[in-house]
């Protein structure tokens, strides 16, 4: 699903053994994974999860890592933060433009987070890297994703 400024995106994760498919949904003021082991561990992450849409805008694309955190682009909200499968905030990446659109691991260990971000309705002079592609290295990994089979 695509879209902005809160509407639904769906991210579809398998675990490293292929075997576990996770499903995160971000929404307006929130995300939410599905997919956990326990019903109180899915509680924990939604409550941990919501944002403050003032200061941090909408959730926006997401990725995850080989150790199943959340990385999660904020639309307005000029960065991508990084929440535990708990959805304990534990880690932020601001950046120069607000729309950040999502996010993806890349490069030969896919230890790059490779971020991109729009330029809609706003003022280049004010914001002259918006709709850039930005590269971040991460002490992580992205989890590969299987190969489509057409």
């Not at 330029?119 to 004010?126: F, H, T, Y």
Request: charged residues 20%.
């Amino acid at each position: 699903m695509a879209g902005i400024g809160g509407q639904v995106h769906e991210r579809v994760n398998y675990q490293k053994n292929n075997k576990k498919k996770s499903r995160t949904k971000t929404r307006k003021g929130g995300w939410q994974a599905l997919g956990f082991k326990s019903y109180q561990q899915y509680l924990i992450a939604k409550k941990n999860a919501q944002l403050d849409q003032e200061e941090e805008g909408f959730p926006d694309g997401l990725t995850v890592d080989i150790e199943n955190r959340v990385w999660l682009a904020h639309w307005g909200g000029a960065r991508i933060t990084c929440f535990s499968p708990y959805g304990k905030r534990i880690g932020r990446i601001d950046l120069p433009v607000p729309q950040v659109t999502s996010c993806a691991f890349g490069g030969p260990d896919l230890s790059t987070l490779y971020i991109t971000t729009a330029a809609r309705n706003l003022d280049m002079n004010e914001y002259p890297m918006a709709g850039a592609l930005f590269r971040v290295p991460t002490k992580t990994a992205g989890a590969a994703s299987p190969s489509f089979d057409g």
